[in-house]
């Protein structure tokens, strides 16, 4: 099965730290998704990742810790691989990346440190 380009380029986005964009291309190919189609939660799983780091990044802790847990939920069905990208190591730098900020919630803006942000691995086929 051919990977579709937004995928790709969404995940190219994702590791430039630009969250908000990756958000809106994989969210086009998802809109387009038929509910069938295997690969659908792992879209909104990615979505919802790139969302929780947008939310951080302005500011909204609550915001961003609760899109971890939902996108994690997606993920987690997809491992250990899903159209070449590397779910455990996704979801493992996800979890330790929030749970670095759950420590520091009381915090005002909790700054995450540059290794602790997630980068996706993955493999073009």
Request: net charge negative; aromatic share 12%; glycine share 8%.
């Amino acid at each position: 099965m051919p990977i579709d380009e937004r995928f790709t380029e969404g995940l190219r986005l994702f590791n430039e730290g630009e969250f908000f964009e990756c958000h809106d291309v994989i969210e086009a190919l998802w809109l387009e998704t038929d509910s069938s189609d295997p690969y659908r939660d792992l879209y909104k799983g990615v979505i919802q990742a790139a969302a929780a780091l947008y939310q951080y990044q302005r500011g909204i802790l609550s915001g961003a810790l609760g899109l971890h847990r939902t996108s994690v939920s997606y993920l987690k069905k997809y491992k250990p691989a899903a159209l070449g990208l590397n779910v455990p190591k996704l979801v493992a730098d996800l979890d330790t990346c929030f749970a670095y900020l759950e420590k520091r919630a009381g915090q005002d803006k909790p700054k995450i440190p540059e290794g602790l942000i997630p980068k996706l691995e993955y493999k073009l086929f």
